[in-house]
């Protein structure tokens, strides 16, 4: 790709209590961090169409540490050579532009109920596979310092004495309640507090299953009981691209697999983490087989 080729990464302002967010302005960072230039374009999400546009400037908009250059103007960018990356939740094109990505942060139309239809022209990037099998390109990409990590021993010393119960998108696909004897994990609690939940909690019931707050939990310990799989299958929930461990509610119920062996789970812990440290290793390359495929598939 020609060193003057740019991408518009479209994403609300930095928020980190949304994975998908985090993502988006990491992309953008990282493609910078190859030597493509690379921009954000701030969605003003008071419009909950996802069609309007605004200029922020405000630090409390980016994440510091990364490399994100903002547009302050629709007229910075060229819509028939830059190349705009779209998250899942915007439908159409509503930059009108010529060279369209369509980043796949969840399964399609899952965030929104608004499937997108997609254009034989754009590039479909999907976060994981199981989002959209027939995505151009996987680009799984995450930031997490690992070296910040509990180590096991830590979470060990933890008084696990409580439970809790996380609703996130789990309200979209059915009725929900707070599972008994447990306290709500939600997004009104601030992050001291919801760390210090989770690093008390033995067990998280949770009714979303794509969800950063799985990811933290077991982190910090604290075992994922799936309260319901809706609207995903178990062989989807199993083949993401980081391996989670966790217990349906039924194995929950019967004290299956590691329910009473807390050292089982705390090693397929510690093979997720594992794990992330491979795709974090890789990604730059990936990033990189990104920008080279887009080039091939717009030019």
Not at 68 to 75: D, F
Not at 264 to 275: A, N, T, V
């Amino acid at each position: 790709m020609t060193k003057s080729a740019r991408f518009i990464i479209v994403t609300p302002p930095y928020n980190e209590l949304s994975a998908g967010v985090k993502v988006l302005h990491f992309l953008c960072h990282s493609l910078n961090q190859v030597g493509v230039n690379s921009s954000l374009l701030f969605l003003d999400v008071r419009d909950k169409t996802y069609n309007s546009f605004v200029s922020i400037t405000d630090k409390s908009a980016f994440h510091e540490p990364y490399n994100t250059p903002v547009i302050t103007s629709l007229e910075e960018i060229d819509f028939a050579n830059d190349i705009v990356v779209y998250p899942d939740i915007i439908v159409g094109n509503p930059l009108n532009s010529k060279k369209v990505v369509r980043y796949m942060l969840n399964k399609n139309g899952f965030i929104t109920g608004n499937p997108i239809t997609y254009n034989s022209g754009e590039f479909i990037l999907s976060y994981q596979k199981i989002f959209e099998p027939n995505a151009h390109l996987n680009l799984f990409l995450s930031d997490d310092d690992l070296t910040l990590l509990p180590n096991r021993e830590s979470i060990l010393n933890l008084n696990k004495n409580i439970s809790l119960t996380y609703v996130g998108k789990g309200r979209k696909y059915g009725n929900t309640v707070r599972i008994g004897g447990t306290i709500s994990l939600d997004w009104k609690k601030s992050p001291e507090e919801y760390i210090l939940l989770l690093e008390n909690a033995k067990y998280l019931f949770t009714w979303d299953q794509m969800t950063g707050v799985v990811y933290d939990a077991i982190i910090y310990g604290c075992i994922p009981v799936i309260v319901s799989k809706n609207p995903w299958t178990f062989k989807e929930i199993d083949q993401q691209e980081l391996f989670k461990p966790y217990l349906t509610l039924e194995e929950f119920d019967s004290k299956e697999k590691y329910f009473e062996n807390y050292d089982i789970f705390l090693s397929l812990r510690d093979r997720m983490i594992e794990d992330l440290h491979v795709l974090q290793t890789t990604a730059k390359v990936q990033v990189e087989k990104f920008v080279y495929e887009c080039d091939i598939f717009f030019n």
